[in-house]
């Protein structure tokens, strides 16, 4: 399948010029898309075409990627940052209707900071996430863990994301990157998560946007873990779990319900980047928790104009 080809628009947040793309059924409800490290707006090239004869559907390159502004201050990579990114971004495509938004990785970790910011719950309907914890809820979690002397889960996930104690190096964590890993990115990802690289699209900005993104570690992972704050939201979550995540473990989703108050869990037979290997399976999880939804909504009605 080829890369998607769509002009983008340019929707600004302060300094940020965010790029941002539309495909599918401009009169369908908007499904907005966020992508993770070290992708684009491309990592969406195997769903979107699952999803385009029914939804709106809006991507983006998240800062620092693609055609999107990278700013140069690791400040400027912290979640309350990259969450208005994505409030500017609804609020630019869909200012009167509320949007569906489907995350991977720290683009679901960016959509977890805005869904649990005070009244995302008007500006976001659904919320289906992939590969990206909270990590105000990951850093909860592992304290009752540990206080509860039951550390097997903190310990697998610590020794799954270990490699975000490089990351937080500087000049270190940006070594492999600058001696060429992004040339054989294909490859890398077959040996890392199974993935057939011939499915794999890699941006022309693939070396930059490694570099660039390893600042989101930096200026978040720490202080989150270090400091977690309580972190709730009304947004109906569903939680997709890749059984083969070699990242990110789905036993660190455990405590979820005591932050979110509808959480539904679904799982793939998948690795890490499942948007890539199961595309139609993502699309299809998401169409079904939208509709789920609808019927929820539809039901409630029914009920409150029989009472």
Known sequence: MSALVSQPRLVTNGDVRLAVFEHGDPDGETLVLV????????????????????????SYDTRGAGATTAPTAVSAYALPELARDLFAVIDAVSPDAPVHVLAHDWGAVEAWEAVCEPGAE????????????????????????????????????????????????????????????WRIWPTFLRFFDRLDPTLVHPAPTLRADMITGLKRYRANIR???RSPRERRTDVPVQLILNRRDLAVRPVGYEDTERWVSDVRRRELPAGHWSPISHGADVARLTAEFVDDLRGTTAADSTEAGSA
């Open 122 to 181: 008007r500006r976001i309907a659904s919320y289906t996430s992939i590969s990206g914890p909270n990590l105000d809820h990951l850093g909860a979690w592992m304290r009752r863990r540990l206080a509860e002397r039951r550390p097997s889960g903190p310990l697998a996930q610590a020794a799954a994301s270990g490699y975000t104690v490089l990351f937080q190096i500087p000049g270190v964590g940006t070594l492999p990157f600058r001696l060429g890993l």
């Open 223 to 225: 202080p989150r873990l």
């Open 35 to 58: 992508h993770g490290w070290p992708d684009t707006h491309e990592l969406w090239q195997h769903v979107i075409p699952h999803l385009a004869e029914r939804f709106r559907i809006v």
